[in-house]
């Protein structure tokens, strides 16, 4: 299977701040890789597919870039309905993996 | 648009069989995409169960395999998960998704106890 890794598990911020989330793969994945947003006791939400492409009706603050190994998720300036966890996953082989998850919290 | 509902007992037994189905509505479960089950246990991450392709086609997580069946019934566009020989591990809320550019569209989830 391919390990995904996020860092960091927790992130403090600030309304505005600028804030980057990486995700690693323990293999190559090419572009195959997808962000989601989960809000308490929500199903998650896609915001980014293969790496760079933002989902329609996703606010363009949020943006996704990497490949092979190496991805981040940005969001420019977090916004109040931005604290949540955020989730990679990888669509490159089977079995469908993600990360352990990140979660953003008011500061 | 295409929404998704997931059914079925919130409660099952050890050693039990968990079945819970998942309902498209607003769009066909014969269209060009995989059918997904995804799960979370309490407090913690997504872990992938399988999909299914309306011909019947099927992936499953290995680590689950042996336990999971995933099925297909297109007359009334939806599709079912049977996990088998349950164990509080099991225990998670399940979630039924739509493959199409990763998970786009996911049902609102259905939590599963397992317990005596």
């Known amino acids: 299977d391919i390990q995904m890794t996020q860092s960091p598990s927790t992130l403090s911020a600030s309304i505005g701040d600028r804030v980057t989330i990486t995700c690693r793969a323990s293999?190559?994945?090419?572009?195959?890789l997808a962000w989601y947003q989960q809000k308490p006791g929500k199903a998650p939400k896609l915001l980014i597919y293969k790496a760079s492409s933002v989902q329609s009706g996703v606010p363009s603050r949020f943006s996704g870039s990497g490949s092979g190994t190496e991805f981040t998720l940005t969001i420019s300036s977090l916004q109040p309905d931005d604290f949540a966890t955020y989730y990679c996953q990888q669509y490159n082989s089977y079995p469908w993996t993600f990360g352990q998850g990140t979660k953003v919290e008011i500061k | 648009q295409v929404q998704l509902q997931e059914s079925g007992p919130g409660l099952v037994k050890p050693s039990g069989t968990l079945s819970l189905t998942c309902a498209v509505s607003?769009?066909?479960?014969?269209?060009?995409?995989?059918w997904s089950w995804v799960r979370q246990p309490p407090g913690k991450g997504l872990e992938w169960i399988g999909e299914i392709y309306h011909t019947g086609s099927t992936n499953y997580n290995p680590s689950l395999k042996s336990r999971v069946t995933i099925s297909v019934d297109k007359s009334k566009d939806q599709f079912s998960l049977r996990l088998s020989s349950v164990t509080a591990a099991d225990t998670a809320v399940y979630y039924c998704a739509r493959v199409l550019r990763a998970f786009d569209i996911w049902g609102q989830g259905t939590l599963v106890t397992v317990s005596s």
């Open positions: 607003g769009g066909s479960i014969s269209s060009s995409n995989w």
């Open positions: 293999q190559s994945i090419s572009s195959w």
